[in-house]
């Protein structure tokens, strides 16, 4: 075999390999930048998430508080009805306005975690939030005894009341533990 030959077979054998090289180089480079976008993703919606996971606790949180400070008046109300320094029937028993903005707020938050998921971490969120809303129905329903003048401490609308708060703690602890699972999940 002369030279020219040989320029020949190696011109024929390397073109092929240099366009499958470059085939295989773009595609490399193409599926380089998907899972790079892909993984710009998931941090994005690990970051929306967190967001909202705090956002949400914060509005429990809130609505707790106000709950609770209610809690204090519905106790003082009990210790008064006791002491008969005021008759149940004509005592005011309004709501107060910030429990109610604050369930409005705490709603609207659960709302949020609806679109950014995952289902877990709603299903935990819709616990808390009909929790809430069974502690903040046992102080009506203490409000309703105490209205009716059953007053003793071991009324059954009390221990449902110390019920619902104990339950509405314990499924905080449980949102706090699925949301910590998703946040701390390694992205792929």
């Given at each position: 075999?002369?030279?020219?030959?040989?320029?020949?077979?190696?011109?024929?054998?390397?073109i092929?390999?240099?366009?499958?090289?470059?085939?295989?180089?773009?595609?490399?480079?193409?599926?380089?930048?998907?899972?790079?976008?892909?993984?710009?993703?998931?941090?994005?919606?690990?970051?929306?998430?967190?967001?909202?996971?705090?956002?949400?606790?914060?509005?429990?949180?809130?609505?707790?508080?106000?709950?609770?400070?209610?809690?204090?008046?519905?106790?003082?109300?009990s210790?008064?009805?006791?002491?008969?320094?005021?008759?149940?029937?004509?005592?005011?028993?309004?709501?107060?306005?910030?429990?109610?903005?604050?369930?409005?707020?705490?709603?609207?938050?659960?709302?949020g975690l609806?679109?950014?998921?995952?289902?877990?971490?709603?299903?935990?969120?819709?616990?808390?939030?009909?929790?809430?809303?069974?502690?903040?129905?046992?102080?009506?329903?203490?409000?309703?005894?105490?209205?009716?003048?059953?007053?003793p401490?071991?009324?059954?609308?009390?221990?449902?009341?110390?019920?619902?708060?104990?339950?509405?703690?314990q499924?905080?602890?449980?949102?706090?533990?699925?949301?910590?699972?998703?946040?701390?999940?390694?992205?792929?």
């Amino acid at each position: 075999m002369d030279q020219g030959q040989a320029a020949v077979w190696a011109a024929a054998i390397g073109i092929p390999g240099v366009l499958l090289s470059g085939v295989l180089s773009y595609r490399a480079g193409r599926r380089q930048v998907r899972d790079q976008g892909a993984n710009e993703h998931q941090h994005w919606l690990r970051q929306q998430r967190q967001e909202q996971y705090v956002q949400f606790l914060q509005a429990v949180d809130h609505c707790l508080k106000a709950v609770q400070a209610h809690s204090g008046a519905v106790v003082k109300l009990s210790d008064q009805l006791d002491a008969g320094e005021v008759d149940a029937a004509v005592h005011d028993f309004d709501l107060p306005r910030d429990v109610l903005l604050s369930q409005g707020d705490l709603g609207k938050s659960r709302d949020g975690l609806l679109m950014l998921g995952p289902e877990t971490v709603d299903e935990r969120a819709q616990a808390v939030f009909l929790g809430v809303l069974d502690y903040w129905s046992a102080h009506g329903d203490v409000l309703t005894a105490l209205r009716s003048g059953s007053q003793p401490d071991d009324h059954p609308a009390w221990s449902a009341l110390a019920h619902a708060e104990d339950a509405v703690v314990q499924q905080r602890e449980e949102f706090i533990a699925a949301a910590r699972s998703v946040l701390t999940e390694p992205v792929l």
